[in-house]
């Protein structure tokens, strides 16, 4: 952003703070949540996404991103080399699943 835009914007945040008009916002005074996985994604797809996480409905690749972070730490608690063997063949399979997921999504938004 230029100074003036910044200058501009910061004055209209003053304004609505006097006004009152940024009182018993969803969220207020909590922290604001970590979306440092959206600085590797373009922000229309950042902002599609966030919206269809509020709406509850993630696409694929989410689901499948939290299984692969199960099974890692399925991996990290195995005790015996077998249990390791079947936590990495989980892994490799749902990383590969992912990899798929993400690839459909981009495709069908055509990026």
């Not at 940024?22 to 996404?49: C, F, H, N």
């Amino acid at each position: 952003m230029t100074r003036s835009l910044d200058r501009l914007v910061e004055r209209q945040i003053q304004k609505a703070l006097a006004e009152g008009k940024l009182r018993g916002l969803e969220g207020e005074g909590k922290p604001l949540p970590d979306r440092s996985g959206e600085a590797y994604t373009d922000m229309a797809t950042a902002v599609a996404i966030r919206i269809m996480a509020e709406a509850g409905a993630l696409p694929e690749e989410f689901r499948i991103r939290k299984l692969i972070d199960a099974a890692k730490q399925s991996y990290r608690d195995a005790t015996d080399d077998d249990a390791k063997r079947v936590a990495m063949a989980l892994i490799a399979d749902l990383q590969q699943r992912y990899n798929m997921a993400v690839e459909a999504r981009r495709r069908f938004m055509g990026s």
